[in-house]
């Protein structure tokens, strides 16, 4: 589909597919599609009620299936749509990318991948191509301003667009058809976004510099980071964050000057753009989890050398773990040095750029 | 006609000191430099307060007789006409419109000043939409499904439950504001409940109705003619030529693939007189690259 968007006075062309769509082709045509563990029988259900949100601590995490925010949805969709009520998990992945052998041209992707599917280790679809916007060529506030703005509000109205059917289907549930499971009522949810800093930042519709709070989950603030205050930071209070960004947006429409803006940047680092994400259930109702679902691009965290860095402190710390014996839970310490080597050496080819798809992301 | 009307002289008070000022710009710059550590949103939020209960001086008689706004329906004017004319006479009018409310947008910030003799109603659907209602309250209100309809479900006047909605649009059918959220209300589920912050991003986003002028990139037609690569070998050389490199040849590297393909058949049945099956697909090398994009308009037209 294919549809233009008008912000101000210049109009972006928007290609998408709709992301329940893509999910309920996904579900369909799998080989192999996995709830995890959620029980089936009544026996069952009370058995996990009982075992509550923990895991035993012989449990062996084997995939986003049994994650925390997976579990944690799995119990509040059964809680409120019955027990035979399966969480559809959905990840959803925003880079900018090149389009073009030349390097001139750029585009943002927006990709989702459906946790149940198990086909192939899980296959992302590009579900949307947002148009790239240029720096502003004039080069004073305003412009740049604008062109922000503009940027921001691109990307969230293109993420309502894809996200339209998803959002009322994660309120309501729908009934579909899942390879090997016959017609089951599916309830979706948000379970992990996939990207970097900026587009983290971008999508919560929060500031990305000049800011106090740079932790989208925590207030904790710039000049206290890294230090032993920034540990007793709270959490971010997403109600108020987002009131705050709503009650802005709908005066950005009709005063747009930064000055209107100035006290929910400095409340809560916010910007007056309404995130698209709080609308999903799940992520702006219980359990809470619009801050908490972020997850890292290892592809660029690992360009970035952070996890290098960490990595070099790796033989040290398991060594310190393990004790005398050198048994880690999946072989000696050296297997899983060199499992590390080897998935670093993977991620590593590929550093460069290309214009065709990443073929996997690494969770 | 009515007589011209007049606003009273207002005292918006400093919500910080004891002092008290006439325009709103001038208790800005009071604030901006007297109290420079307190919420401008603060002051603001004052002066909205202080304007939205200035009142409207004029004969009694002559407010009664004015003609309600043109072009509103028949409840709808007289709900709004109730709400603006009469807001200082009749006390159930202006609690229904403050049950409405005002957004916490008008609380956090302040109205422009060219506002502050529009009535309540039009300030409520100002300030839920994000757009200017200076055409007038008395403007009639979009068709549904416009972009302008949807937006008055953004304002804060939302009910806590169905229930309470259901009453309130039963109670009072003269609240105009209560039956076009009435109306809108049936494009969401049933138990939704407005004052969600879910819902309520959810109803900001319906407002601009990107979806409903959503087209397809591949007319639908495309769908149904039958693909030309109807056999395993034909559907091997598509998904070489669709997927090799990572984005798939250049259109000169499909015409120069068919063409080899082509050239293989002719060297293999040479003087058998058969007809390979790329030969007898494609005629021509140009024909496999214009197979191949109707495959791709095919199969954009089935996916959607």
Known sequence: ?363 | MAPPRAVSALLIPCPFCCLSFRKQPNLARHVQTSHRNESRCAAAAAASVAMSQSFVRGSLAAMASAPGPALLAVDAGAARAAATDNRDLNLDVEMDVSISGVAPAVDGGDAPPNERDMDVAAATVVVATGHSARDGAGSAPPPHGTPDDVGVLVGDWLYASDEEKDTDAAADDNNATGAAAVDLLADLPRHVFLSSTAARIRAYYLVFSDTSQSTPVVPRRWASPPSRFCSPALRGALRFALTAGGCGLTQRDHVAYAQSLRAVEQEATRGTGVVGPMSAAFPSAHGFLTATRHEQNCVLATRR
């Open chain 1, 1 to 363: 589909m294919q549809v233009t968007i008008e912000i101000g006075d210049r109009s972006f062309m928007y290609y998408y597919r709709d992301v329940m769509q893509v999910a309920l082709d996904a579900l369909a045509g799998a080989e192999t599609v996995s709830f995890g563990d959620v029980p089936s029988t009544p026996a069952g259900v009370l058995a996990a009620r009982d075992a509550g949100d923990n895991f035993r601590d012989e449990h062996e995490r084997r995939g986003i299936l049994d994650a925390d925010l997976y579990v944690d949805e799995s119990h509040e969709v059964q809680r409120m749509h019955g027990d035979d009520a399966p969480v559809l998990g959905v990840q959803l992945h925003a880079d900018e990318a090149l389009v073009s052998w030349s390097g001139s041209h750029y585009m943002f992707l927006v990709r989702a991948n459906v946790v149940n599917v198990l086909d192939n280790g899980r296959q992302w679809q590009t579900v949307g191509y947002l148009q790239h916007i240029s720096k502003a060529v004039e080069q004073s506030a305003r412009a740049k301003l604008d062109v922000s703005d503009t940027r921001n509000e691109l990307l969230q109205r293109c993420l309502s667009v894809s996200l339209r059917a998803f959002t009322r289907a994660s309120e309501e549930g729908v009934t579909a058809h899942v390879a090997g499971h016959g017609s089951v009522q599916l309830v979706p949810r948000m379970v992990v976004l996939v990207v970097d800093q900026v587009e983290e930042r971008s999508i919560l519709a929060l500031m990305g510099n000049r800011c106090r709070f740079f932790c989208s989950p925590c207030m904790e603030d710039k000049d206290l980071s890294g230090g032993l205050l920034g540990v007793r930071a709270v959490d971010r209070d997403f109600v108020t964050t987002l009131e705050g960004q709503l009650a802005a947006a709908v005066l950005r429409a009709d005063d747009p000057r930064p000055s209107r803006r100035r006290d929910l940047g400095r409340a809560h680092s916010a910007l007056p753009i309404v995130p698209a994400l709080g609308a999903i259930h799940g992520l702006a109702t219980r359990p809470y989890d619009l801050y908490c679902i972020v997850s890292f691009d290892l592809l660029h965290v690992w360009e970035l050398g952070i996890l290098r860095l960490l990595a070099q402190r790796l033989p040290a710390v398991l060594l310190s773990l393990c004790g005398e014996t050198g048994e880690a839970r999946l072989g000696s310490v050296q297997d899983t040095l060199d499992a590390l080597n080897l998935r670093g050496f993977e991620l590593g080819r590929n550093y460069n750029v290309t214009p065709s798809a990443p073929g996997y992301v690494l969770m």
